[in-house]
């Protein structure tokens, strides 16, 4: 059995017919887990149920972006995330638009908001790292290599 301490690295969520399966890997390694759902108000992706739920709002907690900290070009955004794929970003009087989406069973964000301001940075092919109910940590991967993370904090 190996060893449980270590960075475990998300493979794969698949939800199908209720049912949840998450599996991790590290080196050869692998670890599952797996639930039934009950019969919920949830559309069957982990992803957007997070983000929608009771209409809430999240916030960018961290972006780091080719090693360099960026987090504090993001303080005051409230995030809202709509069933219908839009995405608003909003801080003080002024209010970005944009879209967003859920790919590869909950694995992947996408994120556009086609704008010339600094919410274009969150304009990626995200790679879902974690969801909880609190906070969504996701990486921009490219040829292998982590170039930026993003961390959203729910409000």
Not at 46 to 61: C, G, P
Not at 83 to 109: D, F, H, M, V
Not at 136 to 155: F, H, M, W, Y
Request: charged share 25%; aromatic share 10%.
């Amino acid at each position: 059995m190996p060893e449980f301490n270590g960075t475990w690295k998300l493979s794969e969520i698949e939800r199908e017919f209720g049912e949840v399966e998450i599996e991790f890997y590290i080196g050869d390694d692998e670890l599952s887990f797996y639930s039934t759902c009950g019969s919920g108000n949830t559309s069957g992706d982990t992803l957007s149920d997070t983000f929608i739920t009771e209409n809430s709002a999240w916030t960018v907690s961290s972006f780091v972006d080719e090693g360099f900290n960026e987090t504090s070009a993001f303080t005051g955004y409230q995030l809202r995330f709509s069933s219908n794929g839009a995405i608003s970003a909003q801080r003080g009087n002024s209010t970005t638009n944009g879209t967003w989406s859920s790919q590869k069973n909950a694995a992947e964000l996408i994120i556009d908001f086609n704008t010339e301001n600094i919410l274009d940075e969150l304009d990626e092919d995200w790679k879902v790292v974690s969801i909880s109910i609190t906070k969504i940590r996701l990486q921009d991967i490219d040829k292998g290599i982590v170039e930026s993370t993003l961390t959203l904090a729910k409000l």
